[in-house]
């Protein structure tokens, strides 16, 4: 197996501190929410009961960025999840989200790859590359670290700033998308 296909395996000590194995030192939420945007897998064990406590971690990552502001699940979809604790829907609830995510992984990928495959006629008008740059760049950043992939050339190279109007669309594309995964969890 390859060094990078093993889970990141971080320690909690009795004191709370956390510990990862790889690099010797001592880390941070924050940091093990960066190995994830980086596309690692991480496992966080209980040092002295070695309980796997990847799962309480990974939902109160979620909660602080929720706090912080950046909101990535609206509230009908929080009350749905909640909901389905209490229901049936419970057993069925994981595999959709499963489901949901892998194909937005899945499109992502396809988008990417033909966006880089075939030859567009657009592309010898001036500024184009820029404009495919920032398209790329804005599906990298809203995808985070969903692919588990490595960037193109592309996606590494920064792309300017949007205007505030186009970053309100894309906002609403978003929250739209949201809404339709949202419909479809709550007729199942």
């Known amino acids: 197996m390859a060094e990078d296909a093993k889970p990141l395996l971080i320690k909690r000590y009795a004191s709370r501190r956390l510990y990862n194995t790889e690099t010797s030192d001592y880390v941070t939420l924050e940091d093990i929410a ?4 980086e596309g690692r897998e991480v496992q966080i064990i209980d ?7 990847t799962r309480q971690y990974l ?20 009350t749905d999840l909640v909901r389905s604790y209490a229901t049936s829907a419970q057993s069925v609830v994981p595999q959709f989200l499963a489901a949901s995510f892998e194909m937005l992984r899945e499109g992502q990928s396809k988008m990417m790859e033909n966006m ?8 010898s008008m001036p500024g184009f590359d820029a404009l495919q740059r920032q398209q790329q760049a804005f599906l990298k ?3 985070g670290g969903w692919g588990g992939g490595e960037a193109t050339e592309a996606e590494e190279k920064p792309a300017k700033a949007k205007p505030k109007a186009r970053e309100d669309e894309d906002l609403a594309a978003i929250k739209k998308q949201l809404a339709e995964l949202q419909d ?3 007729k199942l």
């Open 34 to 37: 960066a190995f994830i945007r």
């Open 47 to 53: 040092l002295k009961t070695g309980d796997d406590l």
């Open 59 to 78: 939902l109160q990552i979620i909660a602080e960025h929720e706090s912080r502001g950046e909101n990535v699940l609206p509230i009908d979809v929080l």
């Open 116 to 123: 880089s495959q075939f030859p567009n006629p657009m592309a």
């Open 141 to 143: 950043s809203v995808m």
């Open 184 to 186: 479809k969890l709550s």
